[in-house]
């Protein structure tokens, strides 16, 4: 049976109708007996017919739609970002960074390539070749054959950053009151997957993840756990993404290292972990990594096929292959996990940290995939990668030259404080997203451009305006997606900061649809009311 967007699309695309064909058989005169029409049967006036439902948001549609993405066939399943999708993923990866002081993570960058041996080192050769690009340097002697190991070796494309924040790790030395350390890494990753296994963002060879590393004690370990569910909490939340469920994956039944107990030990302090959060799990028996069990956040799509998103996953056998440590007292009873209390504190030794795999939203290509079906191209104002677009009501130069005024001013924050030029421009940059449609194209043309781009806030300027130095701002492309006014979070903000910002505007509660679209703004009330917008997660 064809799925309904199967349907829609061939019934859209199709070239010819049956009426058509009626049509043309007609035209053909004494060639065609017309006995053998049917008869047309009468429309009923009640009739039941229903028109085809909407197919479900794809976001490989609309990131064509909206410019966000391209593909080439020269690089299979790599996203190509154009400035729109750009805007998009620097926004996600900085929620996250905003986030990072206070859930206690260092960003680090790593590099993209590394020498066999350290994988070979961290299990990846033996248990993840296949997934893996294996490249071949000129090494010292340029040689492709009876190579020498660490100088003539051949090299691999990273699938993961653990390995390399290991070495980061093992650069000095630690102590237990160092612990916890979490680095966190947004290199790109490449992975060898099979061509018919990708599909748009979802799944590609190239991608980025929001890839943490947590190097703990083993007391830390249902904290730091609870921490990371908060924190994946917290950011789907901001994003409007959910339900999704949780799944702990167990140790799988070949290709894995360590030992049984240990595995076991792994994955009891998991099911502890999320027996604590309070939320409903599931169990994946066997689908754990090849180096410790894991806890998933799946997600569906628009169409209803589910995604891995988020991961944490404990890690006992990665530091003991890297042979990290870290020096603690008592560190028999340390590396067991159990109080040092009434202990001699002053004999101290090795132990090797627990490592955890924590990512928040795992490929931010998929993330987004998800994001763009989800609000179906209409963004909430602080994702949107057309934000404001300033319109003119003629190409006339004063005209012209105030809507170029009013974009420099929105750019560039307050400046109260004398500083140079240059310093002042970096640190003053507000981030918004301005476009200016200053064509000679007629106004009603323009206004309808803007809106099927779907800019949030579109600001209308004509030759009154100059002369008084203010605009008409029209805030209803704000998430209406499915418009409702009364239910808009975006347009309710910019309602209730503007009444409050401007005495002369009505109650926020009395803003009617009509006001919000023919607003006279100063530049100073829009500067706040955009900023505001763009630093609001919803």
Known sequence: MCSSRALYIWRACSGTSQVGIRSHRRNLGKTYCSACDPTPTPKSANSTTKPLPKPPADHRILGAQQELFTTSKYSPGSAIFLPNGTKIFNRLTNYLRSQYEHFGFQEVITPTIYKKSLWEKSGHWENYAEDMYSVTGRGAMGKKVDRQVGEDEEYGLKPMNCPGHCLIFASKKRSYKDLPIRFADFSPLHRNELTGALSGLTRGRRFHQDDGHIFCRPSQIREEISKSLQFVRQTYSVFGLGPYRLVLSTRPSVSYIGTIEEWDNAEAALKESLDASGQAWTLNEGDGAFYGPKIDIILKDSDGKEHQTATIQLDFQLPKRFELEYQAPAPELEQKGLSTENVDLSIEGPVT???????????????????????????????????????????????????????????????DTPVPEAIRNFGGVTGLSIDIDDSAQPLKKKLYDAKRKRYGVVIVVGNKDVQEKKMSVDFTGLSSGNYDFTRNVDLLKAAKILSRQDPSQPRAASLTEWQLKNMPLSIDVLKKVLQELRLGYY
């Open 353 to 415: 940290p627990v490592l955890i795999h924590r990512a928040v939203l795992g490929s931010v290509e998929r993330i987004m995939a998800l994001l763009i079906e989800r609000y179906d191209g209409w963004w909430p104002f602080w994702l949107n990668p057309q934000q404001v677009i300033i319109v003119t009501l003629n190409d006339r130069e004063e005209v012209v030259a105030w809507a170029k005024a009013i974009k420099r001013d929105l750019l560039m924050a307050r400046d």
